[in-house]
């Protein structure tokens, strides 16, 4: 194996998945590195910063909230754009990104309902409400759930692929009713303070660590993304040689 | 009192969200080494795929789509 073989001369050089797999091998390490050096940055900032004069201690739920919730549309598009890459191109990595991604969105949207439950029982006074927000968030989670009961169901991967893009597709739409459900209906939720016109109505104090642990639960994602996709695509090669072993023994009995 | 009542809240958010996230990374890990064995065992047996067995001894399978 040399390395002239493996190298990514160019973007389309990543749909080979030999080539992929090379790539991840060198990048993981250091992602992985980079996300634990944000974890520590990120939650030492979150422990250390100071309370809100209203919200006091319950303010240090923002930081692992918002990022969870952040995560949780990311991925979802990261799935869109993946499914456009199934459907428009037949990208062999394509179908594989948006399987893998399915679990991970569904974990942080899990971590985003909770803490945003956990952060409105002192807040709001109740652990949760049918608003837009929370009700778009919650349909997300089940869309995540169906996505990977879908896949798990269907045992030709390159059948699935094709369904499960146009699935998310018409999920999509989700996405911005999530986003703007706090400016469409009346809701208990806060509008956007970070990510809105005329910059973010968040101090300094809390931004910091809020941008900080954000970025960590970015590099996480993306990190558990690449393994993953290394992953699924060993568990394709598997299933290929169990393939060839199973006609070459049947070939074997007929001669 | 009502601050050690809030910070309770704020440490349950935060066990969740690192039990959560043991999971989802023990799993991706589990998973990946699963397969990495899988695969190490079907090539000692002598199992090659069609792109492996077409390159050329010492280069790598470069292979255009994932499960051929």
Same mark, same amino acid.
């Given at each position: 194996m040399?390395?002239?073989?493996?190298?990514?001369?160019?973007?389309?050089?990543?749909?080979?998945?030999?080539?992929?797999?090379?790539?991840?091998?060198?990048?993981?390490?250091?992602?992985?590195?980079?996300?634990?050096?944000?974890?520590?940055?990120? #939650?030492?900032?979150?422990?250390?910063?100071?309370?809100?004069?209203?919200?006091?201690?319950?303010?240090?739920?923002?930081?692992?909230?918002?990022?969870?919730?952040?995560?949780?549309?990311?991925?979802?598009?990261?799935?869109?754009?993946?499914?456009?890459?199934?459907?428009v191109?037949?990208?062999?990595?394509a179908?594989v990104?948006a399987?893998?991604?399915a679990?991970?969105?569904?974990?942080?949207?899990?971590?985003?309902?909770?803490t945003?439950?956990?952060?409105?029982?002192?807040?709001?006074?109740?652990?949760?409400?049918?608003?837009?927000? #929370?009700?778009?968030?919650?349909?997300?989670?089940?869309?995540?759930?169906?996505?990977?009961?879908?896949?798990?169901?269907m045992?030709?991967?390159?059948?699935?692929?094709?369904?499960?893009?146009?699935?998310?597709?018409?999920?999509?739409?989700?996405?911005p009713?999530?986003?703007f459900s706090v400016?469409w209906?009346?809701t208990?939720?806060?509008?956007a303070?970070?990510?809105?016109?005329?910059?973010?109505?968040v101090?300094?104090?809390?931004?910091?660590?809020?941008?900080i642990?954000?970025?960590?639960f970015?590099?996480?994602?993306?990190?558990?993304?690449?393994?993953?996709?290394?992953?699924?695509?060993?568990?394709?090669?598997?299933?290929?040689?169990?393939?060839i072993?199973a006609?070459?023994?049947?070939?074997?009995?007929e001669? | 009192?009502?601050?050690?009542?809030?910070?309770?809240?704020? #440490?349950?958010?935060?066990?969740?969200t690192?039990?959560?996230?043991?999971?989802?990374?023990?799993?991706?890990?589990?998973?990946?080494?699963g397969?990495?064995?899988?695969?190490?065992? #079907?090539?000692?047996?002598?199992?090659?795929?069609?792109?492996?067995?077409?390159?050329?001894?010492?280069?790598?399978?470069?292979?255009?789509?994932i499960?051929?």
């Amino acid at each position: 194996m040399t390395d002239t073989s493996l190298a990514i001369r160019s973007f389309s050089d990543l749909a080979n998945p030999a080539k992929f797999i090379a790539l991840a091998g060198r990048l993981i390490p250091w992602m992985a590195g980079v996300t634990a050096l944000l974890f520590a940055i990120g #939650l030492w900032l979150s422990f250390t910063t100071d309370g809100d004069y209203q919200q006091g201690e319950t303010v240090r739920i923002m930081y692992i909230h918002v990022p969870a919730a952040w995560l949780s549309m990311m991925c979802y598009s990261i799935m869109a754009a993946s499914a456009v890459g199934t459907l428009v191109w037949r990208h062999p990595l394509a179908d594989v990104s948006a399987r893998v991604a399915a679990p991970l969105g569904a974990a942080f949207t899990f971590v985003a309902l909770v803490t945003g439950s956990l952060w409105g029982k002192p807040m709001w006074g109740t652990w949760w409400v049918w608003d837009a927000r #929370l009700t778009s968030v919650f349909i997300l989670f089940l869309m995540y759930l169906g996505l990977i009961a879908f896949n798990r169901a269907m045992d030709d991967p390159s059948r699935a692929a094709r369904v499960s893009a146009v699935m998310i597709l018409i999920g999509f739409v989700n996405i911005p009713i999530i986003k703007f459900s706090v400016d469409w209906f009346n809701t208990l939720h806060q509008p956007a303070s970070v990510v809105r016109m005329g910059g973010p109505a968040v101090d300094s104090e809390f931004l910091r660590p809020l941008l900080i642990m954000a970025a960590a639960f970015t590099m996480l994602f993306f990190t558990l993304h690449m393994m993953a996709m290394r992953t699924e695509i060993w568990r394709r090669r598997v299933a290929a040689m169990r393939r060839i072993a199973a006609r070459s023994a049947a070939a074997g009995q007929e001669g | 009192m009502q601050l050690a009542h809030n910070e309770g809240y704020v #440490l349950a958010s935060y066990a969740i969200t690192l039990v959560a996230m043991i999971v989802i990374i023990g799993w991706v890990l589990l998973d990946s080494r699963g397969r990495q064995r899988e695969l190490k065992r #079907l090539e000692e047996t002598g199992i090659r795929r069609r792109s492996a067995r077409t390159a050329a001894p010492g280069e790598p399978a470069t292979e255009k789509t994932i499960d051929a």
